[in-house]
């Protein structure tokens, strides 16, 4: 329970950094003839709804509405109880507003799936965290939506990386930073990370090998946070570069620390899914049991 709370505080503590420090990436969202008419339908001008400098119009003052949102939901993501049922539905609802972020990137990128599903463990973890607290963390549900999450993460990530879709530039710049490659180099290494996603999505449905597959899955996921702040902050640039890419290693918490649940939830060879009981405190469901 401790992974998921503290998985779902930092990706909805990082997108919150991200939206009041920064902006939210929903511009691809507004600026079309559509918004132009509601700005129209609500008798206001373009500018008065876009605004020409930081929140002083209705789109850059949503924009930090939805950042004190995630502020709020990343506090109730440590506090949320069973009976928390107005937290509970905060977290929900973080979740939707979640998903429609990584359907602004999707849009942003041209509608290339694997930058729709790569968000598949940030976008899920409040929800897991949800599911968690309410059926117990190694209820079925639970253990389903957190393969569903790292499975959609990785397939994400290899997708880009073994180059079904064109890699982006910033995988071949995180690599040869971190690492000091050549572009040949950085392009055969980043092949490879690919395969290897792939291998984890297929060997989480493999019992004997499932935990191999996400105790590399969680170490993986927390380099390729890691190599953000790693290859962008710079001793030249004003905060060293933090309050542009610390954030970005925080928000991706959830692709290294959804795989470590993982790996702690398998760690008996007498592992035993809950399927029914949602009662978190008696030993009887805990789910890890002696035969």
């Known amino acids: 329970m ?30 079309q003839d559509s918004t132009y008419q509601i700005a129209q339908w609500l008798g206001i001008s373009w500018d008065e709804f876009v605004g020409s400098g930081a929140g002083d119009g209705w789109v850059q003052r949503c924009n930090v509405w939805i950042g004190w949102f995630y502020a709020l939901a990343a506090v109730l993501s440590l506090t949320a109880r069973r009976t ?17 972020l990584s359907y602004a990137k999707y849009v942003s990128a041209q509608y290339q799936l694997p930058m729709l599903i790569e968000h598949g463990g940030q976008v899920l973890s409040p929800l897991l965290l949800t599911t968690a607290i309410v059926k117990g963390p190694t209820h079925r549900g639970t253990i389903i939506i957190a393969m569903i999450a790292v499975v959609t993460t990785f397939a994400g ?6 180059g079904w879709w064109p890699t982006p530039g910033n995988f071949f710049a995180m690599t040869t930073l971190t690492l000091g490659l050549e572009y040949e180099s950085a392009k055969t290494v980043l092949r490879a990370a690919g395969m290897l996603d792939f291998a984890v999505c297929v060997l989480l449905f493999v019992p004997p090998l499932r935990q191999i597959a996400v105790g590399y899955a969680a170490l993986w996921g927390m380099l ?32 290294f620390l959804i795989p470590l649940f993982l790996v702690f939830v398998w760690r008996k060879p007498n592992f035993r899914v809950d399927r029914n ?15």
């Open 84 to 100: 928390s049922y107005v937290q509970l539905a905060i977290l929900t609802t973080s979740t939707l507003m979640l998903g429609i």
């Open 157 to 162: 990530h290899g997708s880009y990386a073994i």
């Open 224 to 255: 390729t946070a890691l190599a953000r702040p790693v290859a962008g902050m710079s001793m030249t640039l004003i905060y060293w570069g933090a309050d542009q890419y610390i954030h970005e290693t925080v928000l991706r918490a959830p692709h």
């Open 2 to 31: 401790i992974l998921l709370r503290f998985a779902a505080f930092l990706c909805l503590g990082g997108w919150a950094w991200g939206h009041l420090y920064w902006e939210g990436p929903y511009g691809v969202l507004l600026w």
């Open 277 to 291: 009981s949602a009662d978190q405190q008696t030993p009887a469901v805990v789910g890890v049991v002696s035969r």
